[in-house]
């Protein structure tokens, strides 16, 4: 009676017969394996890559076109193509809009994959950068490290921002799977969220204290791409190409994961291996997207949800498709907020959220959550 | 670590479910005056006026200390009538109104609370985790922003939004029944989207009202005044009452719906009945001093275990919140002095390590 519906992922007896043998099988852990009638053929996953290289093609336009200022599509294409540093309309774009719409791609690659990446490891539906204070942890090492060491350079903040997200998703993980069993999706979820607001609270005390910290870090820890300066991009570009790389790579042994930890060490999945490859690029990812942009929660719990329906649940397919996803997400975000609040604007954390929180609320109320 | 409610130690968090009344030794002094009786739990009353009167001393204490001491000998003059030039101002119009209203406040959440985790079965039921006090802060900000309401339209606002919310959490989470576990991600995952609607509202303010706002938004009891001293105790009054007389329908509720119905509870009406109290309570506890993360969720377990009952201590849980709050502001105020902390982030830096240890217990339990 007290056992909730989301901690139990076997398929339940008065809503699904037993497909006998060879068609589904409970493997040590409890988990169903997909059959293979339900993966997508090839062309589908082909197709699908193309649809969202599309998608993110139209957002950066989107992104470079629409904002305070309003231009014509000509004066975009021309700023970008024959670019005339002494017109205004084309300063906007190159200096503000196309720093600011590589950020976005940057980033929102960064936690597309990072999201899909958490939800593999842990086999965890609910598992996100935001919800499990990864992303808390990176912005209170961020913040310790402009209170502190007096650190103002997104180069030198990433750092502390990797260190900071990799503590926090070894505790929230170590703090979910304490106990009896493994870590369920509820215990992961709720772990995360005390966590978040222990960080969250430690954040707020430090920025209080220290008025110049609290005026760096005000923008900052909303979750912007506004206002970052042409070379952000540029100090985190590497470790995101990286975290990305070591995702990919690990996406085959995450497959053979999924089937439960004895047939994948029967596979030849080394499991500790795949995890701590794993946790390091989780770290890379989110720790780069934090400097860069603050704590942006929900891209990685949207999108590899979405794009999971489309592709199936290969992680081969999947990473990829989330980082190009998460990438035209967040623009898109990004954009809507600058078009909601004219002339002003809703940072993009704050519209993730929106949207985020009630695709949460959807997941939670699906009895039987999506197979990872 | 053993819990005091249970007799094994395994089983601890089910006992509510396992154990039958007739199991349980029944203490204190049953009061009777004709048809009417009351159990009067002796333990209780102790627990409760030793509260009480370590929130008076930390009270005093809290409004003798500051920028600018006064002894206390010279804040009970005061309070007694006798006030000094200088006393008369910073104790009645700075110190005191912030020190009743903490434990107004505090009592409010802890009640509101209490209420809360004993329909949902559950410690992590309380209003603040499951979204019904952010629904009341973004009523609340709605009326400073877009109608630049007085404290007495914020207080409505307050309340608006928390019984809205609270209604769209419990349908959300409705799904042949409503499940503890699901009801409490339901209420994060609709935290997490009206925070985003709050930060919304103050993106879109006039600066003024956006200072009004984001100062309480932080749950701070600084700069508190009469006015929200009368929300605070008023509803106190009413409410608090009506909280006590529904006390006996939750230690109903608490064996089963069924169980219950058999003894002559009418399910739903005590469960609406309570629910509506128990937002009432949490709404004018955010309208008074701005959402004070974990008061609420950590005030009922404590009174449980001070009591030693197993059944929701409304009013142990009243005194627990009002001594957390008024020690949570005082360490808020003091301990990075002369920089003031919002009371809301110390309790978070409490609550947050306990809803961890709880977490972890629960499951050793096998519970979660």
């Given at each position: 009676?007290r056992?909730?519906?989301?901690?139990?992922q076997?398929p339940?007896?008065?809503?699904?017969?037993?497909?006998?043998?060879?068609?589904?099988?409970?493997?040590?852990?409890?988990?169903?394996?997909?059959?293979?009638?339900?993966?997508?053929?090839a062309?589908?996953?082909?197709?699908?890559?193309?649809?969202l290289?599309?998608?993110?093609?139209?957002a950066?336009?989107?992104?470079?076109?629409?904002?305070?200022?309003?231009?014509?599509w000509?004066?975009?294409?021309?700023?970008v193509?024959?670019?005339?540093?002494?017109?205004?309309?084309?300063?906007?774009?190159?200096?503000?809009?196309?720093?600011?719409?590589?950020?976005?791609?940057?980033?929102?690659a960064?936690?597309?994959?990072a999201?899909?990446?958490?939800?593999?490891?842990?086999?965890?539906?609910?598992?996100?950068?935001?919800?499990?204070?990864?992303?808390?942890?990176?912005?209170f090492?961020?913040?310790?490290?402009?209170?502190?060491?007096?650190?103002?350079?997104?180069?030198?903040?990433v750092?502390?921002?990797?260190?900071?997200?990799?503590?926090?998703?070894?505790?929230?993980?170590?703090?979910?799977?304490?106990?009896?069993?493994?870590?369920?999706?509820?215990?992961?979820a709720?772990?995360?969220?005390?966590?978040?607001?222990?960080?969250?609270?430690?954040?707020?005390?430090?920025?209080?204290?220290?008025?110049?910290?609290?005026?760096?870090?005000?923008?900052?820890?909303?979750?912007?791409?506004?206002?970052?300066?042409?070379?952000?991009a540029?100090q985190?570009?590497?470790?995101?190409?990286?975290?990305?790389?070591?995702?990919i790579?690990?996406?085959?042994h995450l497959?053979?994961?999924?089937?439960?930890?004895?047939?994948a060490?029967?596979?030849?999945?080394?499991?500790?291996?795949?995890?701590?490859?794993?946790?390091?690029a989780?770290?890379?990812?989110?720790?780069?997207?934090?400097?860069?942009?603050?704590?942006?929660?929900?891209?990685?719990l949207?999108?590899p949800?979405?794009?999971?329906?489309?592709?199936?649940p290969?992680?081969?397919?999947l990473?990829p498709?989330?980082?190009?996803?998460?990438?035209?997400?967040?623009?898109?975000?990004?954009?809507?907020?600058?078009v909601?609040?004219?002339?002003?604007?809703?940072?993009?954390?704050?519209?993730?959220?929106?949207?985020?929180?009630p695709?949460f609320?959807?997941l939670?109320?699906?009895?039987?959550?999506?197979?990872? | 670590?053993?819990?005091t409610?249970?007799?094994?130690?395994?089983?601890?968090?089910?006992?509510?479910?396992?154990?039958?009344?007739?199991?349980?030794?029944i203490?204190?002094?049953?009061?009777?005056?004709?048809?009417?009786?009351?159990?009067l739990?002796?333990?209780?009353?102790?627990?409760?006026?030793?509260l009480?009167?370590?929130?008076v001393?930390?009270?005093?204490?809290?409004?003798?200390?500051?920028?600018?001491?006064?002894?206390?000998?010279e804040?009970?003059?005061?309070?007694?009538?006798?006030?000094?030039?200088?006393s008369?101002?910073?104790?009645?119009?700075?110190?005191?109104?912030?020190?009743?209203?903490?434990a107004?406040?505090?009592?409010?959440?802890?009640?509101?609370g209490?209420i809360?985790q004993?329909?949902?079965?559950?410690?992590?039921?309380?209003?603040?985790?499951?979204?019904?006090?952010?629904?009341?802060?973004?009523?609340?900000v709605?009326?400073?922003v877009?109608?630049?309401?007085?404290?007495?339209?914020?207080?409505v606002?307050?309340?608006?939004?928390?019984?809205?919310?609270?209604?769209?959490?419990?349908l959300?989470?409705?799904?042949r029944?409503?499940q503890?576990y699901?009801?409490?991600?339901?209420?994060i995952?609709?935290?997490?989207?009206?925070?985003?609607?709050?930060?919304?509202?103050?993106?879109?303010?006039?600066?003024?009202d956006?200072?009004?706002a984001?100062?309480w938004?932080?749950?701070?009891?600084?700069?508190?005044?009469?006015?929200?001293?009368?929300?605070?105790?008023?509803?106190l009054?009413?409410?608090?009452?009506?909280?006590?007389?529904m006390?006996?329908?939750?230690?109903?509720?608490?064996?089963g719906?069924?169980?219950?119905?058999?003894?002559?509870?009418?399910?739903?009406?005590?469960?609406?009945?309570?629910?509506?109290?128990g937002?009432?309570?949490?709404?004018?506890g955010?309208?008074?001093?701005?959402?004070?993360?974990?008061?609420?969720?950590?005030a009922?377990?404590?009174?449980?275990?001070?009591?030693?009952?197993?059944?929701?201590?409304?009013?142990?849980?009243?005194?627990?919140?009002?001594?957390?709050?008024v020690?949570?502001?005082?360490?808020?105020?003091?301990?990075?002095?002369?920089?003031?902390?919002?009371?809301?982030?110390?309790?978070?830096?409490?609550?947050?390590?306990?809803?961890?240890?709880?977490?972890?217990?629960?499951?050793?339990?096998?519970?979660?």
């Amino acid at each position: 009676m007290r056992t909730s519906v989301l901690t139990d992922q076997r398929p339940h007896s008065d809503s699904v017969t037993d497909p006998g043998p060879g068609v589904t099988d409970d493997t040590d852990d409890g988990r169903v394996e997909w059959t293979t009638s339900s993966r997508p053929s090839a062309a589908r996953r082909s197709m699908g890559i193309v649809l969202l290289a599309a998608a993110v093609g139209l957002a950066v336009l989107l992104s470079l076109a629409v904002g305070a200022k309003s231009m014509p599509w000509s004066t975009v294409v021309d700023a970008v193509m024959s670019y005339d540093s002494t017109n205004t309309d084309h300063l906007i774009v190159r200096e503000l809009r196309l720093p600011r719409t590589v950020l976005g791609l940057l980033v929102g690659a960064a936690l597309g994959a990072a999201g899909a990446l958490m939800q593999g490891v842990t086999r965890n539906p609910l598992a996100d950068p935001g919800l499990l204070g990864v992303n808390a942890g990176a912005a209170f090492a961020v913040v310790l490290a402009i209170w502190g060491f007096g650190i103002t350079s997104v180069s030198g903040m990433v750092w502390f921002a990797f260190v900071g997200a990799g503590i926090a998703s070894v505790a929230v993980y170590v703090l979910g799977s304490a106990g009896r069993g493994n870590a369920t999706p509820v215990r992961l979820a709720l772990a995360g969220a005390a966590l978040a607001a222990l960080l969250f609270a430690l954040t707020r005390a430090v920025t209080l204290l220290d008025q110049a910290t609290l005026d760096q870090f005000r923008f900052w820890a909303v979750g912007s791409l506004g206002g970052r300066g042409t070379d952000v991009a540029g100090q985190v570009v590497v470790f995101i190409a990286i975290g990305l790389v070591l995702a990919i790579g690990v996406a085959r042994h995450l497959n053979a994961l999924a089937l439960g930890e004895e047939t994948a060490t029967a596979l030849g999945t080394k499991i500790a291996a795949t995890r701590t490859v794993s946790v390091i690029a989780i770290t890379l990812l989110c720790g780069s997207a934090v400097a860069a942009a603050g704590p942006i929660g929900f891209v990685g719990l949207v999108v590899p949800h979405a794009v999971r329906a489309w592709f199936g649940p290969d992680q081969r397919w999947l990473l990829p498709a989330s980082a190009l996803a998460g990438a035209a997400f967040l623009l898109y975000c990004d954009t809507l907020g600058r078009v909601l609040a004219r002339p002003g604007e809703v940072q993009v954390g704050i519209m993730t959220a929106a949207i985020g929180g009630p695709v949460f609320i959807v997941l939670v109320r699906r009895t039987r959550m999506a197979q990872l | 670590m053993t819990d005091t409610l249970t007799s094994t130690p395994n089983d601890a968090s089910r006992s509510d479910l396992v154990e039958r009344p007739e199991q349980l030794p029944i203490r204190g002094t049953v009061i009777r005056a004709g048809s009417f009786s009351v159990r009067l739990d002796t333990r209780a009353v102790w627990v409760c006026c030793v509260l009480g009167a370590l929130t008076v001393v930390i009270g005093l204490w809290s409004i003798s200390v500051g920028d600018f001491p006064i002894p206390i000998s010279e804040v009970v003059a005061t309070l007694l009538g006798n006030p000094t030039d200088d006393s008369e101002f910073i104790v009645g119009t700075l110190r005191l109104p912030r020190v009743l209203v903490g434990a107004g406040v505090g009592a409010a959440f802890g009640m509101s609370g209490a209420i809360f985790q004993s329909l949902v079965r559950n410690p992590l039921g309380s209003p603040d985790i499951i979204g019904f006090t952010a629904g009341a802060s973004l009523g609340a900000v709605t009326t400073i922003v877009v109608l630049d309401a007085s404290a007495f339209g914020v207080s409505v606002g307050a309340v608006l939004g928390g019984l809205i919310s609270a209604l769209a959490v419990y349908l959300l989470a409705w799904k042949r029944g409503v499940q503890a576990y699901r009801l409490v991600l339901v209420g994060i995952g609709a935290g997490f989207a009206i925070s985003a609607a709050i930060d919304y509202m103050i993106t879109r303010a006039e600066i003024y009202d956006v200072q009004r706002a984001t100062v309480w938004l932080t749950g701070s009891l600084n700069g508190r005044s009469w006015d929200d001293v009368r929300i605070v105790f008023l509803a106190l009054l009413v409410l608090g009452p009506l909280a006590i007389l529904m006390q006996r329908n939750l230690d109903r509720l608490d064996l089963g719906d069924d169980t219950a119905a058999g003894l002559g509870v009418d399910v739903g009406r005590a469960k609406l009945s309570l629910v509506l109290v128990g937002v009432l309570l949490a709404a004018l506890g955010v309208a008074a001093a701005g959402p004070i993360a974990f008061v609420a969720f950590v005030a009922g377990p404590i009174a449980r275990r001070l009591v030693s009952s197993p059944r929701a201590c409304i009013v142990p849980a009243a005194f627990v919140g009002a001594l957390v709050t008024v020690v949570a502001d005082l360490a808020a105020r003091r301990v990075l002095a002369p920089t003031e902390l919002p009371v809301g982030i110390m309790t978070a830096l409490i609550g947050a390590p306990y809803l961890l240890w709880l977490l972890s217990r629960q499951a050793r339990t096998g519970l979660l």
